[in-house]
């Protein structure tokens, strides 16, 4: 177990203060430890977009140390239950990692064309976000981005490689959910 309180102050420290969203987390999916949160982050004048984060995703998990995070061009309580419905995924199913991709089973904001999710290193905040230490090793704090089923499937064929590439070569829109698709 790691502490949640240090995470969440290394979260604030790249992202500004953060609100507990704990009492929103829907009561289907409360098969997450009491230990389980998702953290609400405004814009700042590091980012002008909300952010989700989880906190205390691998709480139980010590083989796999991840947080997720998600962007959102608007205030959206939905991401609460879809950051949630993935740490369940990911503490009560299969394990998962820099590179996964996920099926949200439903669009990712209102009628968007994005309906998985890649997880990605967090280029925007870099090594800063992404490595928590701790003792004896770390933790990883990855961006949980939304992207179509095509994309997904060139990803299956191509390679994560390539699916980076393809979205540095076509200029992705991360924050749009009606964006076109890359692949």
């Known amino acids: 177990m790691y502490n949640l309180e240090l995470l969440k102050q ?13 009492g929103q987390i829907p009561d289907p999916l409360k098969k997450m430890s009491e230990d389980f949160s998702v953290l609400e982050f405004p814009p700042s004048e590091k980012h ?3 952010i989700y984060s989880t906190l205390g995703m691998s709480a139980d998990n010590p083989a796999n140390l991840i947080e ?17 419905t993935t740490a369940s995924f990911h503490r009560n199913d299969t394990p998962l990692g820099l590179n996964h991709t996920v099926n949200f089973g439903r669009p990712w904001q209102n009628d968007s064309v994005c309906s998985f999710g890649f997880i990605s290193l967090p280029y925007m905040d870099g090594e800063a976000l992404e490595i ?9 704090n990855l961006w949980l981005m939304p992207i179509t089923e095509s994309e997904r499937d060139y ?29």
């Open 10 to 22: 290394h979260l604030e420290t790249n992202w500004g203060k953060g609100t507990d969203k704990k």
């Open 132 to 140: 928590f230490n701790l003792e004896g090793g770390h933790l990883y």
């Open 68 to 84: 997720l995070h998600i962007f959102s061009h608007k205030q959206d309580s939905t991401l609460i239950e879809l950051l949630t």
């Open 48 to 50: 002008d977009f909300w």
């Open 155 to 183: 990803k299956i064929k191509n390679g994560w490689n390539a699916l980076e590439q393809r979205f540095e070569d076509c200029g992705l829109d991360y924050l749009n959910p009606q964006r076109a698709s890359c692949a």
